[in-house]
């Protein structure tokens, strides 16, 4: 199998009852549109009414999904012994905790050096490996007697549970989180093969090609920002920030990721059938065998999110990646303008992280932080539905969402020059309009708003979705393209614009200690 087998092979599977290329978000734009609220009074609820789904872009592909689902039901990964034979919770019940674990071992070892004397000097190494530091005292009494008698290996066996307890001890992850962690290895690897297949079967290549270059026009755009912006000519960093700014990349390397993927599951699934064909004689080798592949396998560095089905964007500086929806929507879209408000503001926010994280360009504005805070803060003062938030947490998100429109509005200008307020009949509003409507697709939720907060109890990062829809009224094309009256409530919520960078924004900023 080459890299390229994947891509040709799944490509060419298709079934007669592909499903026909369409434009989701001009169909999320005619269906959920609510014409009885005035888009300058709530551009959310305007554009997302109480009537749509929870999430209508995943309901429109739901068809696409469920057609490239079924291409997989006879995939090599739906039959891996290693995932489908065996049972967490009862590997639960035998090392749920030390002592447990060590009466495993004890037993395991007790079987085996009964049974199979000879394989007493590769079971040490074995147990060296599970349970982290070296056990000698069992190595002893293998050198001291080379055919074991029953009574041996229960001396042996008894030593051996003395010193795993002891180890066990000094390992901050316990025998069952090893196992755990070793299973939810295994499902992100049959997750990113699933997620690789399904752009492969739809074949979104040429989307993915399409955000590739939106991606370098984005970079460009919001380098030629910087060049503009003050604070960083007075700082004379403009240089440094391109260099950083300039090893953004697309992840897309599909073909490379499969092989790599499907080569690693090759070879845990090998492992784990010949070891229990190997020590099919004792007690629950299924679990011993899962333990030895837990502690001996290195996983290569591949997340599945990189290929993900989900509408969102990551950044893992330098590389950034996208979901499938933004890959189909690029290639079957039928206007630029609600490619770039759907995706183009998506790859905006995305690469804003870079260009907004503290780590990276260690420089803050005391001004703008502010500014993307009030605005926020007013927004959701002014059209809270279940509930909204604005703190710190939020400010990295926040920021970039101004950035990915700002810069995406850009890229629109760019594109279409004086046609931007051209009607096109289909959805019977200009190119500008169509923009901000996609843009607010991407949030849509028949679901009143409202904040996550996690497990530890902090905010999730990411404000409520109306939030980060309707903060939309500071940036002045959006007067503009509805036409809003100063006093209308889009317009009363909206603070200056805030300019991270470029010629308008601060002449100085500070640089974090």
């Not at 297949?197 to 090609?209: A, K, P, S, T």
């Not at 849509?444 to 903060?471: K, M, Q, T, W, Y």
Request: proline share 4%.
């Amino acid at each position: 199998m080459n890299a390229d087998t994947p891509q040709n092979f799944f490509v060419s599977c298709y079934a007669s009852d592909h499903p026909e290329p369409f434009d989701f978000i001009e169909d999320a734009i005619l269906k959920y549109v609510n014409h009885s609220v005035d888009p300058c009074d709530n551009f959310y609820r305007h554009a997302c009414s109480f009537d749509s789904p929870p999430n209508p872009i995943e309901a429109s592909l739901e068809s696409v999904i469920e057609y490239a689902k079924k291409l997989q039901n006879d995939s090599f990964w739906n039959k891996l012994e290693i995932i489908n034979n065996f049972d967490l919770q009862k590997m639960y019940t035998l090392i749920g905790d030390d002592e447990s674990a060590a009466d495993f071992y004890q037993g395991v070892f007790m079987k085996i050096c009964e049974t199979r004397s000879e394989m007493v000097p590769e079971l040490v190494e074995i147990f060296n490996i599970l349970s982290t530091y070296p056990n000698k005292q069992v190595y002893k009494v293998y050198k001291k007697k080379r055919e074991l008698s029953g009574e041996d290996c229960g001396v042996s066996a008894a030593k051996l549970k003395e010193t795993i307890l002891e180890n066990l001890s000094k390992n901050q992850i316990r025998a069952w989180q090893l196992a755990f962690g070793f299973n939810l290895h295994i499902g992100d690897f049959i997750a990113l093969l699933k997620n690789i297949r399904v752009h492969l079967d739809v074949d979104v290549r040429q989307g993915i090609n399409g955000v590739r270059e939106l991606v370098i026009s984005t970079v460009e755009a919001a380098g030629n920002l910087v060049k503009d912006t003050p604070w960083a000519k007075n700082e004379h960093v403009v240089a440094k920030i391109e260099n950083i700014t300039s090893q953004l990349h697309i992840h897309d390397n599909y073909g490379k990721d499969f092989q790599l993927a499907v080569d690693t599951l090759v070879n845990v699934e090998k492992s784990f059938v010949l070891c229990k064909t190997m020590f099919g004689f004792v007690e629950h080798a299924d679990l011993f065998c899962f333990l030895i592949g837990a502690r001996t396998t290195t996983f290569p560095e591949l997340k599945s999110f990189y290929f993900s089905q989900a509408d969102n964007g990551v950044n893992f500086h330098p590389s950034v990646a996208f979901g499938f929806p933004n890959y189909y929507h690029f290639q079957h879209g039928r206007e630029m303008a609600t490619k770039l408000g759907y995706t183009g503001t998506t790859v905006g926010h995305e690469v804003g992280h870079t260009f907004f994280d503290n780590e990276l360009l260690p420089y803050f504005s005391k001004s703008v932080e502010d500014c993307v805070q009030n605005q926020f803060s007013k927004t959701c003062v002014e059209f809270q539905e279940a509930s909204c938030a604005t703190s710190f947490e939020f400010l990295d998100e926040n920021g970039a969402d101004i950035f990915g429109v700002q810069v995406a509005y850009k890229l629109l200008q760019d594109y279409y020059g004086s046609k931007i307020t051209d009607k096109f009949e289909r959805l019977q509003m200009t190119h500008e309009q169509s923009f901000f409507y996609s843009y607010a697709m991407s949030f849509c939720s028949g679901n009143p708003s409202s904040v996550s907060i996690g497990d530890d109890g902090l905010f999730e990062g990411h404000s409520a979705h109306n939030v980060r829809v309707n903060v939309v009224a500071q940036h002045p094309a959006f007067q503009k393209a509805f036409n809003c009256p100063a006093d209308s409530r889009m317009m009363k919520s909206a603070t200056k614009q805030c300019h991270i960078y470029g010629d308008k924004a601060p002449e100085t900023r500070k640089r974090r200690h």
